[in-house]
């Protein structure tokens, strides 16, 4: 049977594999979607990758996802008395474990209760089924490193349609009433280049030589409260709250942070993609307002 206790990392984190080699792991922060390698102390560092410290003082090895050859989380169960646990602790003699059934009855018997967990520690040979699990995290990176960019980081983004082709465009004509279109090398024709903009690839167009100008925004909803979504931040998806509550915002730790124009305090939160729910895109008509 394999065992925690002899296992090289721990009975709960990250691993990653680079160059064959197996390393304890987690997202780089400031580095998305970096990955970085916290090899042991005295084993030599990942060959070919430059340290680097974070704000805890510890030290990790930054690689780019596209070089590991996996990247997983492992957890450890078990059975005691028959009932399920997740291991959280390993020792020669005992394992320590969360337990993950319902029985009430058999939880207060037998175990003590911190917070709204039950937890409890068992000589190892009262212990059956241990199991090491295993859950894929890069093959999610990578597609979500793919997702981002079809939804433009779920940023708000204007468009504006000119026979027939959708460019970036200003989300407010200017004072003489022309929209500025983001054209790359193309070069529209009929179109004025805006020689206010270095580069030469803006134009201006008219409204009424549009097909359709417009704004894009996306929304979610994050434990039932309703967000506007405006970027990403290390692979998270970051909204401000448009809700009524200040309690939720209270409840929920939002962080208070000034808007754009520093005019007043808004509420915002960032958290992982799997935790949201409702995400919709929706799209505003500007060119018939």
């Not at 340290?51 to 996996?70: H, K, T, W």
């Not at 209270?250 to 942070?257: A, F, V």
Request: net charge negative; with cysteine; glycine share 10%.
């Amino acid at each position: 049977m394999t065992d925690p206790a002899s296992h090289p990392f721990p009975v709960k984190g990250e691993v990653a594999v680079f160059h064959g080699d197996r390393y304890p792991a987690r997202g780089a922060v400031g580095l998305w979607p970096c990955i970085d390698l916290l090899p042991e102390p005295g084993r030599p560092a990942p060959e070919g990758l430059a340290p680097r410290e974070a704000a805890d003082g510890s030290v990790g090895y930054p690689v780019a996802p596209e070089r590991l050859a996996a990247w997983y989380s492992v957890t450890w169960t078990f059975r005691w008395r028959g009932e399920l646990f997740e291991c959280t602790a390993a020792t020669p003699t005992t394992l320590s474990g969360d337990y993950l059934g319902s029985d009430e009855h058999f939880a207060k018997e037998h175990l003590k209760r911190r917070g709204i967990r039950y937890r409890g520690v068992f000589p190892r040979d009262e212990v059956t089924e241990l199991e090491e699990h295993h859950e894929d995290l890069l093959q999610s990176l990578h597609a979500l490193v793919r997702r981002l960019p079809e939804v433009g980081h779920f940023r708000p983004r204007a468009y504006a349609v000119y026979r027939g082709r959708a460019y970036p465009a200003a989300a407010e004509a200017d004072a003489a009433g022309l929209i500025a279109l983001a054209t790359g090398h193309d070069r529209p024709e009929d179109l004025v280049a805006d020689h206010r903009a270095p580069g030469g690839e803006h134009f201006l167009a008219t409204p009424e030589q549009l097909d359709a100008w417009y704004q894009t925004h996306w929304t979610f909803r994050w434990q039932n409260g309703p967000f506007d979504a405006v970027g990403t931040v290390d692979g998270r998806i970051k909204g401000v709250y448009t809700g009524g509550s200040w309690g939720f915002a209270n409840y929920m730790n939002l962080t208070h942070e000034p808007d754009p124009n520093g005019a007043y305090t808004r509420y915002t939160v960032t958290v992982n993609l799997n935790n949201v729910t409702d995400l919709e895109q929706h799209r505003t008509d500007l060119l018939n307002q």
